[in-house]
């Protein structure tokens, strides 16, 4: 089992608890709660702490507010009760995250934690153990499974060791100064060759209009209630139509550079851990995967642009990145599913620019 690079501790902000993530039950942990004296307070008040969701499976129940029932106080009640083992296994191991690849587990973390943005110090052995143990037990959730084949692209494949040698490379190249454009050169040259030479500047420029268009989609995707056509064109236009997401005005999209060194540094840390935690790999190619790390990076640094005019802050501010990141991870990445299909159509576009 390899840990990424990056620690964690956590705080106790209780993010996790009241963001209204979906978090299974497994069944003998689901009759364990329902014996607790916080299950059965919650069910006498009217609510359902445990409701039964999408082909018979069980959740935590939230509030009206987005907050877990068995939250009170900033405490998991179901912890204060009966200890960690209480809990779904989810709340358990989260924010780590776990990839099954040719070399053994790969263990990395999710950024929708505060605690992981903000790249407070690893709590030490601890945590490491408590998953060692649950991965001992064959307890935690379904790991993806990485085989020896990598699929680059739709219809093109790379050894497992020529995988490892172009993350090694993408790692040593890597400068966070310019996240989007290594990330660029990299998709780009992933297409041209298996990442072996540098991408031609024609299919580089190709590779940066399609982000571009792509992120405008997505800028869209993630309003609510608009008129997609007219949204999409404001955009295009510089009419900088409202969003309801920002609450402000949206300029012209480009792409951007990060704005302060706690932004490379914290952007930076996030490419590492996908890279590390074998995540590119999760998604229907690498390629695909790699343009919506770019596209969903494109957003983040958007976001905190528009985030920095609407508040007038010259400053870093921390609120921001957690936000920017919250709709980096939780509403594109985490839906990657719902994104495929336009990921697939990019991915074949750019390699019908290639010519042999």
């Known amino acids: 089992m390899k840990f990424v690079s990056q620690g964690f501790t956590c705080t106790s902000c209780g993010k996790c608890c009241t963001s209204r993530f979906e978090i299974p039950v497994e069944h003998d942990k689901a009759a364990q709660i329902k014996q607790t004296a916080v299950y059965q307070r919650c069910s006498k008040e009217g609510f359902e702490p445990l409701p039964v969701l999408a082909g018979n499976h069980t959740f935590l129940g939230y509030n009206e507010a987005g907050q877990c029932l068995f939250y009170h106080n900033g405490l998991c009640c179901l912890h204060k009760e009966q200890g960690g083992q209480a809990k779904p296994l989810i709340c358990q191991v989260y924010p780590y995250n776990f990839v099954n690849t040719p070399d053994g587990i790969t263990v990395s973390l999710l950024f929708s934690c505060p605690s992981v943005i903000a790249g407070n110090p690893d709590n030490g052995e601890e945590a490491k153990n408590e998953i060692s143990t649950l991965l001992e037990q064959e307890r935690l959730p379904v790991l993806s499974q990485i085989k020896n084949h990598i699929l680059v692209t739709s219809w093109e494949t790379m050894e497992w060791q020529s995988y490892l040698r172009w993350e090694s490379r993408f790692l040593e190249e890597w400068n966070g100064s310019s996240p989007l454009q ?10 041209e060759s298996n990442g072996t030479q540098p991408a031609s500047a024609d299919l580089l420029e190709k590779t940066t209009e399609a982000i571009s268009q792509f992120a405008v989609s997505c800028l869209v995707y993630l309003e609510q209630d608009v008129d997609d056509e007219s949204f999409f064109s404001a955009l295009h236009n510089d009419e900088k139509p409202a969003s309801h997401r920002l609450e ?26 996908q890279v590390e935690g074998r995540l590119l790999l ?75």
């Open 248 to 273: 402000a005005p949206l300029p012209q999209f480009s792409l951007l550079t990060p704005h302060s060194q706690i932004e490379r540094e914290a952007l930076t840390r996030y490419v590492r851990n």
């Open 182 to 191: 290594g990330l660029l050169e990299a998709t780009a040259s992933l297409i």
């Open 282 to 356: 999760i998604g229907p190619s690498l390629v695909c995967r790699l343009l919506l790390c770019t596209t969903a990076l494109s957003i983040l640094l958007y976001d905190l642009n528009v985030m920095r005019e609407r508040d007038g802050t010259r400053h870093f501010d921390f609120h921001h990145l957690q936000q920017a990141f919250a709709t980096c991870e939780e509403r594109l990445v985490s839906q990657s599913n719902d994104l495929e299909p336009y990921l697939l159509e990019m991915e074949e576009y750019l390699f019908g620019s290639v010519s042999y």
